[in-house]
Each structure stands twice: as structure tokens, then as C-alpha cells.
T-cell receptor, first 116, second 113 residues
Framework: GAVVSQHPSWVICKSGTSVKIECRSL??????MFWYRQFPKQSLMLMAT?????????EQGVEKDKFLINHASLTLSTLTVTSAHPEDSSFYIC????????????FGPGTRLTVT | AQSVTQLGSHVSVSEGALVLLRCNYS??????LFWYVQYPNQGLQLLLK??????LVKGINGFEAEFKKSETSFHLTKPSAHMSDAAEYFC???????????FGTGTSLTVIP
């Protein structure tokens, strides 16, 4: 149980275009989902916390207008990278929490974004 | 504030040797502690976690970790390294239920045949 999927697993887009990444909890309802960014050989940096039905909470330094997060249902959160640039190329990982009081986070397999 | 320090960004061990990956944390409240493993181009897989109770925690693939409050440490060990253990390992701390994770910078484990 507690499986989180991401789609796509790998995407290449041209500079200036937008790309959407989906994060789904497959066998549980996730009130809260998290979006992380990971640069090569580095750790995960939390970008934003996404709560179902409300606006996402962004970490300091993360542009909310560039990284649009939508959490419209208890099983789906999306991250849209708008007007992507090469510096947005990274590995994006989502995680989902079961319920509001759980400490457990279940991580998706990640999405590799390359902007050319 | 929460933070995690992983000493040694790269660790190399011989196959069959002891694996020791270090993690120290800072937390103003009793922490929840986690170790994750990441293989290339993949997400994170939970190895083990400490929340409450027994301070020696056993996880998957023969790994274990001991929570030492006095040392604010949560080092990961495995008695005998296997080639398949080569990966990136992340220590993480959470402040408890409902709170976000803070990750260490990771330790890359190389296993030498």
C-alpha cells in the first residue's frame, strides 16, 4: 500500500514552454502533498506544501507564479513549470502524507525535467 | 528549527565490510528520524524510521540505526556491505505528526568489490 506515482517520469521541453507534472496517490487519500526539487548530486529541497482544496504554501525563494501547484482532489496534485528555462532543469519529486496527523510521507519516483 | 547534517558526502567500503553512514540532527522538540535510499534516477525508498520507543531501529536490506539523544545522532549501519547497497542515502528529520521533512545533503555509498 501507500504508492505514489508521478507522470511523466521524464520530459524534455523547449525554453519558454510550460510543462505539467502529475503526482497521484494510488491507494490512499492524501490530504497533503509535498513538492521537492533535487539538483544533481544534491539533497531534496522542499518547494511547496500542497493541501487539497486550498492554495499551496511555498518555501522562501520559490516563485509561486512560476511553479503553479494545484491539489484539486485527494489523490492528485499537479506542478506546472511555466515559461521553463534551462535553469529549471532538475529532478522533481513529490510525496504524499496519509491524513493530517501522520508523520509518514510516501515518495513518488520523481520526474526528470530537461529544458533545452 | 530543524536541521540535519550528514558527515561525509562520499563513503567507500569494501564488499562485506561494515557500512557506517553518519547523521546528526538538531531539533528543539523530540524528532522523528528517517533514512532513505535513492538509486539513480529514482525516488526515495524508506529504509527505516524512528518515532518513539526502542532506540535501535531495524530496517530493510539489513540496515539498522540507533537514535542517541545525548549525541543527537541517528547513524545508519549495516554489518556487511553488498554491491547492491551502492546508492545515495539521505537522513531526514521531521518534527512529528503533520510536519515537513528536512533532509540532509546525502551520502553517496560506493561498494568496492
Amino acid at each position: 500500500g501507500a504508492v505514489v506515482s508521478q507522470h511523466p517520469s521524464w520530459v524534455i521541453c523547449k525554453s519558454g514552454t510550460s510543462v505539467k507534472i502529475e503526482c497521484r496517490s494510488l491507494d490512499f487519500q492524501a490530504t497533503t502533498m509535498f513538492w521537492y526539487r533535487q539538483f544533481p548530486k544534491q539533497s531534496l529541497m522542499l518547494m511547496a506544501t500542497s493541501n487539497e482544496g486550498s492554495k499551496a504554501t511555498y518555501e522562501q525563494g520559490v516563485e509561486k507564479d512560476k511553479f503553479l501547484i494545484n491539489h484539486a482532489s485527494l489523490t492528485l496534485s499537479t506542478l506546472t513549470v511555466t515559461s521553463a528555462h534551462p535553469e529549471d532543469s532538475s529532478f522533481y519529486i513529490c510525496s504524499a502524507r496519509v491524513g493530517t496527523s501522520s508523520y509518514e510521507q510516501y515518495f513518488g519516483p520523481g520526474t526528470r525535467l530537461t529544458v533545452t | 528549527a530543524q536541521s540535519v547534517t550528514q558527515l561525509g558526502s562520499h563513503v567507500s567500503v569494501s564488499e562485506g565490510a561494515l557500512v557506517l553512514l553518519r547523521c546528526n540532527y538538531s531539533s528543539s522538540v523530540p524528532p522523528y528520524l528517517f533514512w532513505y535510499v535513492q538509486y539513480p534516477n529514482q525516488g526515495l525508498q524508506l529504509l527505516l524510521k524512528y518515532t518513539t520507543g526502542a532506540t535501535l531501529v531495524k530496517g530493510i536490506n539489513g540496515f539498522e540505526a540507533e537514535f542517541k539523544k545525548s549525541e543527537t545522532s541517528f547513524h545508519l549501519t549495516k554489518p556487511s556491505a553488498h554491491m547492491s547497497d551502492a546508492a545515495e542515502y539521505f537522513c531526514a528529520v521531521s518534527r512529528g505528526t503533520g510536519n515537513q521533512f528536512y533532509f540532509g545533503t546525502g551520502t553517496s555509498l560506493t561498494v568496492i568489490p
